[in-house]
């Protein structure tokens, strides 16, 4: 069969219309080779998070939280074996069906709050309330990244001018459009289980590649490779669908907080930025890079940090890669915390947050199995 891909490109693709897996023809076998070693990473990558969360929950005292984690991880371990997680979609990507909300009711009233959150001026604060609705909206956003074409419409809603996933190997954005204005939101890394979990390798691939690269010209810094990478991977698809925008917002989580902050020099070189905000993002580049992006970029950028008590100290991510050579994001930092307000940290605060420390950071990891999906829900819970 000839296919056109997401791309726009024909693929010859070979169909079995039997599809009598595992035995049926050669194509048959192949995928079923390619599924069972599929899932083997998934189950390995499952088992090596559970046994984590189980230590976790021994470590903490919270013995019933141990068996309820465990008996859950044995359900999901039997879904992974028999396929049956294949079709297993998180259908709300971490989200309650209500925060969607967010994007459906209207593209006027999240772009409202982004603009009016954009407008307040880099040396002013900003009010509590104004920043939290803007911050929500980004969080939405940046989970919906981690979608596929198909479930984008069931999510964001359908009065978007443009709401289309760009894609690129491994990588992800979701672009979204409505009149003038765009939102670009880079997926992060992927599950290890679930029908999204085929990129969990590929990402942490990603992750790992840490040497830096030059941004552009000398004096503007370097950057985490695997990051740039992926942004340039992205780079003609985004900025295709945000043709004709003159102002846009660009968010992500986790690695797609990196892979946003990498794609601020260009976006900015285009007179085309009004705004970020990460969720959850890790260090992407040295001192250089951070003073170039906070002296050429007027638009706000900021980044959020969950700092509540159930993570043991802070969402470990923002401490990555634990190398004195990464220094602190350009921006700023708003620290959160469930059932406290947010906090706005000065540049000292925010350098002390996520400094380089292999201890603090694998404290962090241990005590903190938040950084799926579901640990967004934690993030709306803290914005209040």
Not at 56 to 66: K, P, W
Not at 315 to 339: E, H, I, M, N, S
Request: glycine fraction near 10%; include cysteine.
């Amino acid at each position: 069969w000839l296919r056109k891909n997401a791309r726009g490109s024909w693929k010859l693709t070979f169909v079995c219309r039997r599809k009598k897996v595992p035995s049926c023809c050669f194509f048959c076998k192949m995928e079923s080779r390619q599924n069972m070693v599929r899932r083997g990473t998934m189950l390995v990558a499952h088992v090596g998070s559970s046994v984590l969360s189980l230590g976790t929950s021994v470590l903490a005292l919270d013995l019933r939280g141990a068996v309820r984690g465990l008996g859950a991880d044995l359900g999901l371990g039997k879904k992974i074996v028999s396929g049956e997680a294949d079709q297993a979609a998180p259908e709300l990507l971490g989200m309650e069906e209500g925060d969607w909300d967010l994007l459906r009711r209207t593209p006027t009233a999240a772009l409202s709050a982004l603009e009016a959150w954009a407008a307040v001026p880099r040396d002013k604060d900003v009010d509590l309330l104004t920043f939290r609705r803007a911050a929500r909206v980004m969080t939405v956003a940046s989970a919906a990244a981690y979608a596929e074409q198909r479930d984008v419409e069931r999510l964001v809603g359908t009065q978007w001018a443009v709401a289309e996933i760009a894609s690129h190997d491994t990588a992800q954005a979701l672009v979204l459009r409505s009149g003038d204005v765009g939102v670009v939101s880079f997926r992060g890394t992927e599950m290890p289980e679930g029908k999204y979990s085929r990129e969990f390798v590929p990402d942490w691939a990603r992750n790992l590649d840490f040497w830096r690269d030059r941004v552009d010209a000398p004096g503007q810094g370097r950057i985490h490779g695997g990051f740039l990478e992926a942004w340039r991977l992205l780079k003609n698809d985004v900025l295709r669908l945000l043709g004709g925008v003159h102002r846009v917002y660009v968010t992500g989580h986790s690695q797609g907080g990196g892979i946003a902050l990498a794609s601020l020099h260009d976006i900015n070189h285009l007179g085309l930025l009004a705004g970020t905000i990460t969720v959850a993002a890790p260090k992407v580049g040295d001192v250089a890079f951070t003073s170039h992006v906070d002296d050429v970029v007027a638009s706000p950028i900021v980044h959020l940090a969950n700092t509540s008590a159930n993570l043991g100290g802070v969402d470990p991510v923002v401490t990555l890669p634990p190398f004195a050579f990464y220094a602190r994001p350009p921006g700023r930092l708003w620290k959160l915390q469930v059932g406290a307000d947010p906090a706005l940290l000065t540049t000292p605060q925010h350098d002390a947050l996520v400094k380089a420390s292999y201890i603090l950071t694998f404290r962090n990891l241990l005590f903190s199995m938040l950084h799926w999906p579901g640990g967004r829900t934690g993030y709306l819970k803290a914005l209040g």
